[in-house]
Nanobody
């Protein structure tokens, strides 16, 4: 079982950048695909980005493509989400999650972090 802890959230202005980190414990981290999801109040959790266990392939939601970048450092057991040109509609709780296979679907992820709040003011 992999334990995940997100950090790096905060309050920023529109157009600013923010880097989220997800620290993982467990020796199986390097073999598991990872994803970032977000959930705004009153809305369902939605896919943001995913990355294969090797980092060779990535996927992004249309709403963040070109602005966000997912990456991982398996030696540090950490996955990152670099967020640039932030918009007020990016405001949400951001979660990292681990999956048994590369996927863009929420239901395919079986291990979740506690989430970190990102608030973007206009």
């Amino acid at each position: 079982q992999v334990q995940l802890v997100e950090s790096g959230g905060g309050l920023v202005q529109a157009g600013d950048s923010l880097r989220l980190s997800c620290a993982a414990s467990g020796r199986t981290f390097s073999s598991r695909p990872m994803g970032w999801f977000r959930q705004a109040p009153g809305k369902e959790r939605e896919f943001v980005a995913a990355i294969t266990w090797t980092g060779s392939s990535t996927a992004y939601a249309d709403s963040v493509r070109g602005r966000f970048t997912i990456s991982r450092d398996n030696a540090k057991n950490t996955v990152y989400l670099q967020m640039n040109s932030l918009k007020p509609e990016d405001t949400a709780v951001y979660y990292c999650a681990a999956s048994r296979s590369y996927s863009l679907r929420t239901r395919d992820y079986d291990n979740w972090g506690q989430g970190t709040q990102v608030t973007v003011s206009s």
